[in-house]
């Protein structure tokens, strides 16, 4: 008879369930998390009130293609013109919302001044004057010229070797292009206003050393609206979407 060791038999260990292995946490399980972004401040909605926008011009400024943009751009919004002269120009900029001028103008810390263009000064004079045959003139070819002074004018005083007609001065630029036009004397104007005034029996030429006119964008600091600061837009370039 067979005896039965006391030693337990050394069976197959499949039998047994494996110990479980613990899993290692995830070394960023600790981290704080990051707060979420915060969504960006959505743009202020626009305001679509119809409204008039007044806009001062004085004569020979030519805002034909940023009135075009603002009637894109702000329906909503009318465009009115206001003819300025420039002798009071620095005055009526209180009654508008921003106004293209002629400099020089009175810059107090009230006003926003934008330079825009510079014009190139002109000699208008009878179309058969012999001034007209060339192409463009020197201040040396206006020698004993006898030159009116508009009352109007908006060059002042020129360095030129003319003459000093025997009449009084003429109110208007537009009375003094109709004078030159009959062979009386020459006038010296920005180009634009040579072009508002333009006559069959009158004509032009560049001034070369002549004095340059520059127009510019202007507004009282006060009336600094978005309507304003959309029309800055415009004449800067600026497109539709762009930030100020």
């Keep these: 008879m067979v005896k039965q060791s006391g030693r337990p038999s050394r069976g197959k260990r499949g039998s047994h369930a494996p110990r479980a292995t613990p899993k290692k946490q995830s070394s960023t399980a600790n981290r704080p998390k990051k707060p979420s972004a915060k969504p960006a401040p959505s743009a202020p909605a626009e305001d679509l009130t119809p409204r008039t926008f007044r806009l001062g011009v004085i004569p020979g400024a030519t805002p034909g293609k940023w009135i075009d943009i603002w009637h894109r751009r702000m329906p909503h919004v009318t465009l009115e013109l206001v003819p300025l002269d420039v002798a009071t120009q620095r005055q009526t900029l209180e009654e508008v919302d921003a106004a293209l001028v002629r400099l020089p103008i009175a810059r107090e810390s009230d006003l926003h001044v934008i330079r825009l263009y510079d014009e190139l000064p002109v000699v208008v004079a009878s179309a058969e004057s012999h001034l007209m045959a060339a192409e463009e003139l020197t201040a040396a070819d206006l020698d004993g010229e006898v030159l009116l002074t508009p009352l109007d004018d ?33 006038l010296v104007v920005p180009m634009s206003l040579a072009r508002v005034h333009r006559r069959k029996d009158a004509d032009y030429r560049v001034l070369t050393d002549g004095p340059t006119s520059t127009v510019a964008l202007a507004w009282m600091r006060e009336r600094t609206t978005p309507d304003v600061e959309s029309f800055v837009g415009i004449v800067r370039g600026r497109r539709e979407n762009s930030s100020r």
């Design 154 to 186: 908006v060059l002042g005083p020129l360095a030129v070797p003319t003459v000093a007609p025997n009449f009084p001065p003429v109110a208007t630029t537009e009375d003094a292009v109709a004078t030159v036009a009959s062979g009386v004397g020459i």
